[in-house]
């Protein structure tokens, strides 16, 4: 697999008031194009990655609707696959490229979660999860404690090793214009985020405090895929890895709960597609829905040997921009601190590896990044999206 | 272009009181995997096309919630593009196949409609519209009685023209065991439905009468594609053909509104890939939500020399099975008569077409049917994909 990455953008993720999906979508696409340098009518499909945007706004056909906006009549589709969508859209423009039909495609994620009550979107975000779990009153912040405590009594973590992975990704933020809490003005000033202020928190979901937990966010990003022979940029990024696995949407009808099984099979079918493994990659944007969800993907990933080892290493600064570990985890700041608009998640990650593979990720650029790897998850787990990213 | 049919299954759409979608997922699949003689652990990819389980049912994720159903944990992706949903999720497995990534490729179509107060169902719908519309009060009987006068200024066509859309796909229906609509026990005696039976029907959106409008279904259908060369049956049904094309979502943004712009270009595409023309199609399941639709698409998909003409040989009984006319449209009783669960209708029309071309379509077999095309529209015209077919 050799898809060609020709352009990419983000827009500023955070609690953005003041703008609409489609004024999201058209920045996002406007960037891409530019980067790309491929002219709007050049696209040969559009795939719209989003969760939310029937259930929270009435709107679905929702490929067609920003086709229109955008002012282009090339075929459109919505897909949906609750905080995977976005993951699960460039899958499909990766496949879009694959299939020979389509010669440039156009991948976008968006979602605008601030318009509405938090107690709707946190209703809505549990269409992501199985009826049992829904009747039973169950929340993501819930449903992630459960895997927590799982994770402490059978590992021996603690709520402060999991606070580690919020410092390390609020500093990343604190780097990122783009990010959430980026550390400007109106924003907790993310770089000076200590342990202290995580465990000092308030519990959301013991032992989940509001600091382990990634913010309802606003925000689109857009990826543009072609053929690899097409491009003419002497640095293009390529994926050279896409694979999707789905389990159990209910966490009880799992074997277990420690460990997320779809990312492990999403990641073993990716890095067999690409002939790479674990240690060959260089920069990860991994799905830190919460700070459990980091220690677990690092696991699953195939980063750390054990949770335990996962959190030393994080605790040690593995994993964080300018340590003597290669790897770098969640530059952007991950949906912890850069932000989580669910169906936009994905496709940022797309955007965020492929910056950090051109060298152009400014501060919070990874040295000698040559080898990126995304990893987007659905649910509490029931669809994990893996890609792999080289220069 | 040369994808093959593996296996195809519907289940009977109608009013499935005493069913969930679960089971009708099952029922459909089952049967689709006996059909292609294909095991579930052989499937690759799930693709789910369905439009109103969030805004409806408060569940997303609806990929991995069918993979989980039917005990598989292989890439699966909810499709969304409003009542081409369906026809979209083909599309994907189209690219699936092409793509080589996946060998064999599940596309399911489901929607439960009738489980919901009609007024929400009709509310929901409206999500394939535009903010505008929406907040016109526009339901869908109202945007197609808006695209019928004007094809009645026009055109000259009239209301007896559209009713005799309706008499014939009522007379398929009859034949169709599986249709909403198909003459057994509780329901309408769809074989004797005369132009009197629809004039006579009270109107919904004049100049729409009850019995122009497609019903508020129940149903699920399933086909499973494949590499051509891997088939083992000799009469193999092959897609040959698949094209998505958009316009806007609002009516009132279009140049025209009395012909589908993205059925045009949707058809054109479709012709191009499998070098054919209208004239060569012996079958076609077309999408007639409302009759005046089925009219429009009739014009729009080459097969009548204007409305004027298309609506005279609907008159004269052509389309019909049976007739001295090659082409059948609809021997289903498509969505007017055979029902219209929004996701399962485009996963469905390629269930009839393949029944036909394979020759085991039983009393509602067309004659000499080689090569086919289905026709699935989202929204008034914002989405449309059409499909070609041969044996």
Redesign the interface.
């Known amino acids: 697999?050799n898809i060609a990455v020709l352009g990419v953008a983000t827009t500023k993720f955070g609690e953005l008031w003041d703008t609409s999906p489609r004024v999201l979508v058209r920045e996002a696409v406007n960037g891409a194009l530019a980067d790309a340098q491929v002219a709007l009518e050049d696209i040969d499909?559009i795939y719209v990655g989003n969760?939310?945007s029937?259930?929270l706004g009435?709107?679905?056909?929702?490929?067609?609707?920003y086709?229109?906006e955008l002012g282009?009549?090339?075929?459109?589709?919505?897909?949906?696959?609750?905080c995977a969508s976005g993951g699960?859209a460039v899958?499909?423009g990766?496949?879009?490229i694959?299939?020979?039909?389509y010669r440039r495609v156009l991948v976008i994620g968006v979602e605008k979660m601030t318009d509405h009550k938090p107690e709707h979107v946190a209703?809505?975000l549990?269409?992501?999860?199985s009826?049992g779990e829904?009747i039973a009153g169950l929340t993501f912040p819930g449903l992630y404690a459960l895997m927590a405590h799982a994770c402490m009594q059978k590992y021996a973590i603690t709520e402060s090793d999991m606070a580690a992975v919020a410092v390390k990704n609020h500093y990343h933020a604190s780097l990122n214009t783009y990010a959430h809490f980026s550390g400007g003005a109106g924003s907790r000033s993310a770089g000076q985020m200590t342990i202290e202020h995580v465990m000092q928190s308030p519990y959301v979901a013991d032992p989940l405090k509001l600091l382990d937990c990634s913010p309802i966010s606003d925000g689109a990003a857009a990826v543009i895929l072609g053929e690899a022979a097409k491009t003419t940029r002497k640095s293009t990024v390529h994926i050279v890895g896409?694979?999707?696995?789905?389990?159990?949407?209910d966490l009880a009808?799992r074997s277990g709960i420690t460990s997320i099984?779809?990312t492990v099979?999403a990641a073993q079918g990716a890095y067999k597609q690409a002939k790479l493994a674990a240690r060959d990659i260089d920069v990860a944007e991994a799905h830190d829905c919460f700070t459990i969800a980091e220690l677990m993907a690092l696991v699953d990933l195939g980063f750390s040997d054990g949770m335990k080892k996962a959190a030393q290493q994080v605790g040690q600064g593995a994993f964080t921009l300018n340590s003597s570990k290669k790897l770098v985890v969640n530059p952007s700041g991950g949906l912890k601190a850069c932000g989580h608009p669910v169906g936009a998640t994905g496709v940022k990650q797309i955007v965020e590896i492929t910056q950090q593979l051109r060298g152009e990720a400014g501060k919070r650029q990874a040295a000698n990044a040559h080898i990126g790897l995304t990893h987007n998850v659905?649910?509490s787990g029931?669809?994990a999206v893996v890609h792999l990213l080289r220069s």
Do not use: P, W, Y
């Open positions: 697999m499909a969760m939310l029937g259930m009435n709107q679905e056909n929702l490929g067609a609707f086709a229109e282009i009549t090339a075929a459109s589709t919505k897909v949906e696959g609750a699960l899958h499909q990766v496949l879009g694959l299939s020979g039909l209703s809505a549990m269409g992501a999860g009826d829904r896409s694979s999707v696995a789905t389990d159990t949407l009808d099984s779809a099979r659905g649910g029931a669809v």
